[in-house]
């Protein structure tokens, strides 16, 4: 797969990575400080959970519910059985969410998190927030990438090899069963939470 294939991908991880760098340089510059600390990496990995939440109520009351988002349900209709996976360029723009989604969902959450909890922690958390989103837009797209060279790569890392693939059986169940399976990435807390976990 070429560099331009994979350009959505570069565009929306590289929006929210400069997204995250900012909103941290801003919040040095503004209170020169930031906790690092065991609380600290607790925070992180809140952040973590708290964005495999997020993910499951935005996909499934937003992308899924009673006026379904038109691009995913357009993703659906590309990625069903047998086209699950493309090596198409032009399907694979509608893998990614749009590159202004993250910075606009950061801006909204890192002012509250401040606000209701100090800001010392917030870069902690929206560490755990960023980490978790890069690895949904990374291995959601080559999920949907035929042969890719990613996937030969994990299944080479024991133990990464069997987490990638129950990641992917669980997403081809979700393009099966729709109503099922809205996380992506594990533990899928939300999907537990809300009993829609389908094995």
């Given at each position: 797969?070429?560099?331009?294939?994979?350009k959505?991908?570069?565009?929306?991880?590289?929006?929210?990575?400069?997204?995250?760098?900012a909103?941290v340089?801003?919040?040095?510059?503004?209170?020169?400080?930031i906790?690092?600390?065991?609380?600290?990496?607790?925070?992180?990995?809140?952040?973590?959970?708290?964005?495999?939440?997020?993910?499951?109520?935005?996909h499934?009351?937003?992308?899924?519910?009673?006026?379904?988002?038109?691009?995913?349900?357009?993703?659906?209709?590309?990625?069903?059985?047998?086209?699950?996976?493309?090596?198409?360029?032009?399907?694979?723009?509608?893998?990614?969410?749009?590159?202004?989604?993250?910075?606009?969902?950061?801006?909204?959450h890192?002012?509250?998190?401040?606000?209701?909890f100090?800001?010392?922690?917030?870069?902690?958390?929206?560490?755990?927030?960023?980490?978790?989103?890069?690895t949904?837009?990374?291995?959601?797209?080559?999920?949907?990438?035929?042969?890719?060279?990613?996937?030969?790569?994990?299944?080479?890392?024991?133990?990464v090899?069997?987490?990638r693939?129950?990641?992917?059986?669980?997403?081809?169940?979700?393009?099966?069963?729709?109503?099922?399976?809205f996380?992506?990435?594990?533990?899928?807390?939300?999907?537990?939470?809300?009993?829609?976990?389908?094995?």
């Amino acid at each position: 797969m070429s560099f331009a294939s994979a350009k959505p991908l570069v565009i929306t991880t590289g929006w929210a990575t400069g997204c995250y760098l900012a909103a941290v340089g801003l919040q040095l510059g503004a209170f020169r400080h930031i906790e690092i600390s065991f609380r600290a990496l607790v925070v992180c990995l809140a952040g973590a959970l708290y964005t495999n939440i997020f993910e499951h109520a935005w996909h499934r009351y937003a992308m899924h519910g009673r006026r379904p988002d038109p691009r995913h349900a357009r993703h659906h209709r590309i990625f069903y059985g047998k086209g699950f996976q493309t090596s198409d360029s032009e399907a694979l723009r509608e893998v990614v969410i749009a590159w202004y989604i993250f910075p606009l969902l950061l801006t909204v959450h890192y002012a509250a998190f401040a606000a209701l909890f100090g800001a010392g922690l917030a870069p902690a958390f929206f560490l755990g927030v960023f980490l978790h989103f890069v690895t949904y837009e990374v291995t959601h797209w080559y999920t949907h990438v035929a042969d890719n060279g990613f996937d030969r790569f994990l299944t080479r890392i024991p133990g990464v090899r069997g987490l990638r693939a129950m990641q992917i059986r669980h997403h081809r169940l979700h393009h099966a069963e729709p109503m099922v399976n809205f996380n992506f990435n594990p533990p899928y807390a939300g999907d537990r939470l809300a009993r829609v976990l389908r094995r």
